[in-house]
């Protein structure tokens, strides 16, 4: 079994902090320390301040001498730094991002990070609206899932990720990059463009704001919470998998439309509702 | 002013049983009694053994004795009793429902209730997808918005439905019932479809239900959570405001499109969802 050895996390935000905090509240054996980059100005201090890592990385370089090193950054500057650094990467060394698309990833880490390299893609399904250091919430990996999409075939990197997934508590769920993304654009990344698309319904000439927040309930206010996301990243990993997530739109526009219909029938709409809440409670468990 | 004086719920589900549950816990000055009625066997007891009430009612006679009415039924149920014993009711008392949709519950107490009984539509916008007595959460109404609309020139009815949910320690929103469902097709009653319809998009042919069950995250969980609500009611309601809600989907669509049709472009996309982003804080309030 391998050890983490060295960690190296890039990117000090909500997931690169929460990761950092995991490793070091539960401590696994093999872990010898963690060092946090963020090139944003006391970003990782920050991030050092709530316990994700014990070391300010002062330069890009002395990442590439970790043993393991996870990139926490939004997807294009994941792609950015494949690019930049995956040549000059460490054989031996564990490589790992968390960004929420998988398929270009895969590809770039095939096309800029050598053989011996031991490059796997990874994705933390949880995390809020928040963003930055203080946005990371300790124990919200635990029991969460954590997927692994592979880029080649290195056992070494699956077993190794799974050991790291296993450290922090989550659940490793090893799948092909472009099924993940193809799940993912329906059950999150549409979602996105969905709670943006409510927000812009209150944008109503006839009615004023005032009477909006008067009337609006809790359940408008949970499905606009993704709205209040971080643009940058949102904007990031929607074109890293827009065609994915434009079809997703076009599916569920179909299933909007073909409900609307019934809606002034409802002996045709109730059995159909009836039938997609078992199916929910099938999907996501009763009670969810 | 006028006092609540003998109470009759007619309807012990989930919004009944927490208005008789608000009502005895606060324990208005006025407030004589609340009996209930509902036609399901055991249900009144139910809510009564939940602290909802005094006494079941036991025939529907019993609820034209009350002072004061309150219909927590659902909408098809409104309107039936309407038709049924309106022309019944006792000049001086106060009539209110708890429907979900305004206009047509207006246009039917306009037609069906004597001008001399005091007759107003209400909506508490509260509640959870749960029904039934034991779904009511005391204190669920405290600090909540409760609309009120009126059916025709009636003060008294305005002045005495505004104690009434003082009483519930809710906030009274006096507004146009068609204004009202205008409103609610974007806030409450389009989420069930979009809701609905998003459970759809996990019946993919090419994807194992379990793989689905894995990957899915809080977010996907959250924005369906309408899709758990009890499709009688639901098919109830989008019946009653089904124009107002069939325009509303025609808008998300638009909105939709529109932002879909920007994923391939993050530059563009970027400052639209930043904006976006603005306008819901000040919707809703920052933070929420």
Do not use: Y
């Not at 690169?16 to 963690?34: D, F, K, Y």
């Not at 650094?85 to 564990?94: A, E, H, K, N, Y």
């Not at 979602?191 to 209150?202: G, K, P, Q, R």
């Amino acid at each position: 079994m391998r050890e983490l050895g060295e960690v190296a996390v890039v990117g000090a935000g909500q997931i690169g902090t929460l990761i950092g905090m995991t490793l070091r509240e539960r401590s696994p054996q093999g872990l010898a320390g963690i060092g946090l980059l963020d090139q944003r100005e006391g970003r990782s201090q920050a991030a050092v301040n709530r316990g994700a890592g014990d070391t300010v990385l002062d330069h890009p370089l002395r990442v590439l001498e970790a043993d393991t090193i996870i990139l926490a950054i939004p997807i294009r500057g994941i792609l950015g730094w494949l690019r930049a650094w995956g040549p000059q990467l460490r054989p031996g060394s564990l490589l790992i991002d968390t960004g929420s698309s998988k398929g270009l990833v895969a590809d770039t880490m095939s096309q800029c990070v050598p053989p011996l390299v031991h490059a796997i893609g990874g994705h933390p399904i949880c995390g809020n609206q928040g963003s930055g250091p203080e946005a990371a919430e300790s124990g919200s990996l635990s029991g969460s899932s954590f997927a692994l999409t592979p880029v080649r075939m290195d056992p070494t990197a699956q077993l190794w990720a799974m050991e790291l997934v296993e450290a922090l508590d989550a659940r490793s769920i090893v799948v092909d990059p472009q099924l993940h993304d193809r799940i993912l654009a329906r059950s999150s990344h549409l979602l996105h463009l969905l709670s943006a698309a409510l927000v812009e319904l209150a944008n109503d000439q006839q009615i004023t704001s005032e009477l909006w927040r008067q009337l609006v309930g809790p359940a408008f206010r949970g499905m606009t919470r993704l709205a209040a996301s971080d643009p940058e990243m949102v904007s990031g990993f929607l074109e890293s998998n827009s065609a994915e997530t434009v079809a997703a739109v076009g599916e569920l526009i179909e299933q909007l439309e073909s409900l609307a219909a019934m809606t002034p029938r409802p002996d045709q709409l109730r059995p159909v509702l009836g039938e997609i809440a078992i199916r929910r409670a099938e999907l996501l468990g009763a009670g969810q």
